[in-house]
């Protein structure tokens, strides 16, 4: 089992920036691909970007690609998402997932956190 935990979610007017952990514990990471989803209100969740257990390749969804970027530390058991340039379209509640490859389905998540409330403002 793996417990995920993320933290660094707020508010921030846009063109800011903020960045979010996923803090894990139970089991080491780092034999997993690390994903995150967003999911605005009234919408189905949404993939953002993934990282492989390496780190050494990273994925984006268009609509974030240039402006966050994830990354991660094995040693630390923990992974980020540093997002920039934020619009008031990134407001959502953003979740990590431990997968064993990366995926753009939220069905092949193994693991997810409790989720981060990020709230753009115009």
């Known amino acids: 089992q793996v417990q995920l935990v993320e933290s660094g979610g707020g508010l921030v007017q846009a063109g800011g920036s903020l960045r979010l952990s996923c803090a894990a514990s139970?089991?080491?990471?780092?034999?997993?691909?690390m994903n995150w989803f967003r999911q605005a209100q009234g919408k189905e969740r949404e993939f953002v970007a993934a990282?492989?257990?390496?780190?050494?390749?990273?994925f984006y969804a268009d609509s974030v690609k240039g402006r966050f970027f994830n990354s991660r530390d094995n040693a630390r058991n923990t992974a980020y998402l540093q997002m920039r340039s934020l619009k008031p379209e990134d407001t959502a509640v953003y979740y990590c997932?431990?997968?064993?490859?990366?995926?753009?389905?939220?069905?092949?998540?193994?693991?997810w956190g409790q989720g981060a409330q990020v709230t753009v403002s115009s």
């Open positions: 997932g431990c997968s064993s490859a990366t995926t753009t389905r939220a069905s092949s998540i193994q693991y």
């Open positions: 139970g089991r080491s990471i780092s034999t997993y691909a």
């Open positions: 990282i492989t257990s390496n780190g050494r390749s990273t």
